[in-house]
């Protein structure tokens, strides 16, 4: 007879069906990388901020309103997976912070922070009132804004950002681009090097890639949008992934 050698016995997982609701069933909003990209259900990330701009946003003037996952009403899963998609694009920049400011923007920019794994730093409209005592806190005044934000100032503590960090600038919308230039600015002030830009949305026809490029001197595809708005003419918004 064959004696089998003492210890423990193997464990076996016995498989059971899986019953409806089931965790461990796929669902539609399940997550995967093929061929280097982010799916969800076949769909990229820009494939569903697309979709959504089209079924959902609406035009106040020139402005685009979408209050129903982003402004007001938030889609967590969209600004995850729109966030997650912005970190695999810039991941291999280097960056050491993630930088937004006091509105929308964090909320994509969290996501992106996470999946790169580096701190998120969000500017403030008012100084911190924690700060250290005689720790520097770095200014910089918003100018023309298509969301009424000119005039206002943001403020980010030394303690934070300084000298050899590499930024990446992370916001919901490039319209004029008077935020992210605000952040560029306050990345500059800082001794820090601002190595992208990230959006999840950016009005072409509002000109702040322009804006944005001479300041930071960067080349075109470290500055980068999930979908691109090349008009809202005649009450239509001409959407375009990129």
Do not use: W
């Amino acid at each position: 007879a064959v004696r089998r050698p003492r210890g423990r016995r193997p464990f076996v997982v016995m498989a059971s069906p899986e019953p409806p609701g089931s965790p461990t069933r796929r669902k539609s909003t399940d997550m995967k990388y093929e061929h280097a990209r982010l799916l969800i259900a076949g769909k990229t990330p820009q494939d569903l901020l697309a979709e959504r701009i089209r079924e959902e946003g609406q035009l106040v003037g020139t402005a685009l309103k979408v209050n129903s996952f982003l402004n007001h009403q938030v889609d967590t899963h969209l600004m995850s997976v729109c966030g997650h998609e912005l970190a695999r694009r810039f991941r291999s920049l280097g960056a050491t912070k993630v930088l937004t400011g006091p509105g929308s923007g964090m909320l994509p920019a969290q996501s992106c922070a996470l999946h790169i794994t580096v701190p998120l730093i969000f500017a403030t409209d008012v100084p911190p009132m924690t700060k250290a005592p005689n720790v520097p806190v770095y200014e910089q005044t918003i100018g023309e804004s298509s969301v009424r934000r000119e005039g206002k100032t943001l403020h980010v503590s030394s303690e934070f950002l300084g000298p050899g960090d590499r930024v990446l600038i992370v916001d919901d919308m490039l319209s004029k681009g008077a935020t992210a230039v605000a952040l560029a600015g306050l990345a500059s002030k800082a001794g820090a090097t601002v190595v992208g830009c990230g959006f999840m949305m950016e009005k072409e026809y509002e000109g702040g890639r322009g804006a944005l490029s001479s300041v930071v001197q960067l080349p075109r595809q470290r500055i980068q949008a999930l979908v691109t708005i090349k008009s809202v003419t005649g009450g239509n918004i001409q959407v375009v992934e990129t």
